[in-house]
């Protein structure tokens, strides 16, 4: 019996290939974030804060970053989980944000934004962040305090330069004014040399 399996050819397996159906094009992905730069950078624990049954949930643990636009200089906080990068934290950092202790805690900051932009809660929010230590959430405030100044300064700045177009026009109209009132006494001359010509013909 032994001889006979010995003899028996093994069958080779056929190599089939498929050619599919439908060519799929590799599609680029933007995550909004190619034209800007992140100024800060640090890992924490994201939570908001639900009313309805007033208590604090987990939104995520990730990378806060504090993003600045290339072109505008607007700085932005934005938060992606681990492993999903869904984003549980989106909005600008504006003037009117304040960074308050949690309760019994020096590593973690409560603050109220008007607009959040995440994936799953957008709108008003009570947010709470928790770092590691102290010395991670005392760098966050500094960093967070630094971009509500430079929003703030970006906003005054268009104000100012509209003063400055102001005063170029009004500048401009005053010469078109003197440019006129010379050119009538440059007129008003030539009358009165030719009135004086045809009285002493």
């Given at each position: ?41 640090m890992r924490a624990k994201l939570f908001r804060f639900v009313k309805e049954s007033n208590e604090w949930k ?135 040399k030719e009135e004086k010509k045809e009285e002493s013909a």
């Amino acid at each position: 019996m032994s001889d006979n399996h010995e003899n028996v050819a093994v069958e080779e397996e056929a190599e089939v290939h498929f050619e599919p159906i439908v060519k799929l094009e590799a599609v680029q992905v933007k995550t909004h974030e190619e034209d800007e730069t992140p100024i800060f950078k640090m890992r924490a624990k994201l939570f908001r804060f639900v009313k309805e049954s007033n208590e604090w949930k987990e939104r995520g643990t990730g990378e806060a970053r504090l993003m600045q636009h290339k072109e505008t200089k607007k700085i932005r906080l934005l938060m992606r989980r681990d492993q999903t990068h869904k984003i549980c934290a989106n909005h600008y950092v504006t003037s009117d944000m304040t960074l308050t202790p949690n309760v019994g805690s020096d590593r973690s900051w409560v603050w109220n934004v008007t607009s959040d932009s995440s994936d799953d809660c957008a709108g008003a929010q009570t947010l709470a962040i928790r770092f590691a230590n102290s010395d991670n959430a005392a760098l966050f405030k500094e960093a967070f305090e630094s971009a509500q100044k430079n929003n703030a300064d970006l906003k005054v700045k268009p104000t100012e330069d509209k003063k400055e177009e102001k005063v170029v026009e009004e500048t401009k109209s005053e010469e078109k004014e003197e440019t006129k009132s010379e050119e009538k006494k440059e007129e008003t001359k030539a009358e009165e040399k030719e009135e004086k010509k045809e009285e002493s013909a």
